[in-house]
């Protein structure tokens, strides 16, 4: 299972290095000690708390309450849910408060080994994109 740094989980969660110490402190994100002593979340478990967390965020706004203007083209995630069918797929990116969800082929997922807790970016292509002001 892929483990991540508390650094690199605070980047795909949207929120700053200190604020995820803060959650791992109180309880909310579990943690263990590598052997050079730094702290490391597994994947599912981050990929678990990044649900948890976007499903209580206030929709269109960031960490500290600011308005979402537009959103870019890639966004680095987690992959929270992978369903296989017998020839298409579905998989769920949680990208800080943004859930991407994409449908693929089954040959694909399996070639690049998705599975929950691994980390990924979706990139998105629109021929239109609709740019809201808070």
Do not use: C
């Amino acid at each position: 299972m892929q483990e991540y740094s508390i650094g690199r989980a605070a980047r795909l969660l949207g929120v700053s290095a200190d604020t995820v110490r803060r959650w791992a402190d109180a309880g909310r994100l579990p943690t263990r000690r590598d052997e050079a002593g730094k702290r490391q979340i597994g994947g599912a478990d981050l990929a678990a708390f990044a649900v948890a967390l976007a499903a209580g965020a206030a929709p269109g706004t960031g960490e500290q309450g600011e308005p979402y203007t537009s959103a870019r083209n890639a966004f680095p995630g987690i992959i929270t849910a992978v369903r296989l069918g017998d020839v298409a797929a579905q998989v769920e990116i949680q990208a800080g408060p943004h859930r991407l969800v994409s449908l693929l082929t089954r040959e694909a997922v399996e070639e690049l080994g998705l599975a929950v807790g691994m980390e990924a970016v979706a990139r998105v292509k629109a021929t239109s994109v609709h740019v809201d002001l808070a």
